[in-house]
């Protein structure tokens, strides 16, 4: 259960969630999150998730893939975070975990009672807006313990900074 979130009382600051990955609707959820983090002075926070992997090898190839994996999001997470800050005058914070991405979104805000708001992007393609969206657009969207918002993929980064 994610208890109250905090992000308006004193000492805290309102923050966005954006999943980061490797996905072209990733840049439009980025551009918003980061744009509406400038202008109500909250902070966005860049997750990366890296999937658990079939670990069942000798103890030298599981810890090779691990190290490849991290090397992999670290790289990705600070791709994300200098275009962030290219674009507004906000420091993002970086998060890496490592499990099932719905579950580590989760457990990320619940142990972070600032994120108020998930940021998602749609995809573009004629299969529907991606599997992310899809996923919290279903059944789970009325027991979500914050709110989502979901950018149009098809918007331009000017079309979205007029709007957030």
């Known amino acids: 259960m994610v208890g109250q979130r905090r992000s308006f009382e004193e000492g805290h600051r309102r923050k ?3 999943v980061v990955d490797d996905t ?7 551009v918003y999150a980061a744009m509406r983090a400038e202008r109500t002075g909250g902070v966005p926070v860049l997750l990366y998730v890296i ?12 810890n090779i893939m ?9 790289t990705t997470l600070a791709r994300a975070a200098e275009r962030v800050k290219a674009m507004a ?11 099932t ?4 979104i989760l457990a990320l805000i619940e142990e972070d009672e600032d ?4 940021v998602l992007a749609a995809g ?10 899809s996923s919290f657009a279903s059944k789970s969207a009325g027991t979500f313990p914050i709110p989502v918002t979901i950018v149009p993929g098809t918007l331009s980064d000017e079309e979205i900074v007029s709007l957030a």
């Open 16 to 18: 966005f969630l954006v």
């Open 24 to 30: 072209p609707e990733c840049g439009r959820a980025l």
């Open 51 to 62: 999937a658990p992997g079939d670990f069942q090898h000798w103890i030298g190839v599981e």
């Open 66 to 74: 691990r190290a490849e994996a991290m090397e992999e999001a670290e």
């Open 89 to 99: 005058r906000v420091e993002p914070e970086t998060v890496i975990r490592e499990g």
């Open 101 to 104: 991405l719905a579950n580590e």
């Open 115 to 118: 994120i108020a708001i998930l």
């Open 124 to 133: 573009t393609s004629t299969e529907g807006p991606g599997p992310l969206v």
